[in-house]
């Protein structure tokens, strides 16, 4: 599975907390840096469950397997899913949900999980395994 993480570096952020914020959400991943328009974009792109073992234990500590589960499914479309992040939270360690782009105010981090060989609901249920009956 490839995992993403990326968002946009505002001209007032630093480079380098935002490159922390995403090797907070993204355990082990490669970080590059590129221009998209006007925007400049940081972007840590790493493969298989150990890119997401951070976010793995980060949502059981937090007790946020559920609205991550529902987000990850409602986002999901073919082989991929999609889910926003904040920035600022994740800078800090914390992973919080965002619904939409306007509840981070630096702009989201968008993690991006594409399957390779599984399929994507088999990724989320290892992920975020549904917890109530």
């Known amino acids: 599975m490839l995992v993403r993480a990326y968002t946009r570096v505002n001209p007032t952020e630093s480079r380098e907390k935002v490159e922390k914020a995403l090797k907070n959400i993204v355990s ?3 970080i590059r840096c590129f221009r998209k ?3 400049d974009v940081l ?3 790493g493969y298989g469950e150990e890119s997401l073992e951070t976010i793995f234990y980060k ?5 946020i397997v559920d609205s991550f589960r529902k987000l990850l499914r409602r986002n999901r479309g073919g082989n991929e899913t999609v889910i926003m992040l904040n920035k600022q939270s994740a800078y800090v360690g914390v992973i919080t949900v965002c619904e939409t782009e306007k509840e981070s105010p630096l702009g989201p981090v968008f993690l991006q999980i594409k399957s390779q060989n599984q399929k994507i609901e088999e990724i989320i249920d290892w992920l975020a395994p549904e917890t109530k009956a």
């Open 59 to 63: 949502i059981r500590q937090k007790k």
């Open 37 to 39: 328009g006007d925007v």
């Open 43 to 45: 972007e840590i792109e």
């Open 28 to 30: 082990k991943g490669k």
